[in-house]
């Protein structure tokens, strides 16, 4: 984590995050949908990991 004092650029969001919530293990996981390209693309959707909460 960066330590002082945080700047408003920081914390300003210019696009939307859209993210997936999962409960696994009593925790629950924050991801995102990654953009599959290929044969497999519209059949099995994968996710990126980026944040747990338990």
Do not use: I
Request: charged share 35%.
């Amino acid at each position: 984590h960066k330590k002082g004092p945080t700047r408003v650029k920081e914390l300003a969001r210019f696009k939307p995050m859209q993210r997936h919530l999962f409960l696994h293990e009593h925790a629950l996981l924050f991801c995102k949908r990654r953009e599959e390209h290929g044969e497999n693309a519209d059949k099995t959707p994968s996710y990126s990991f980026k944040h747990c909460l338990k």
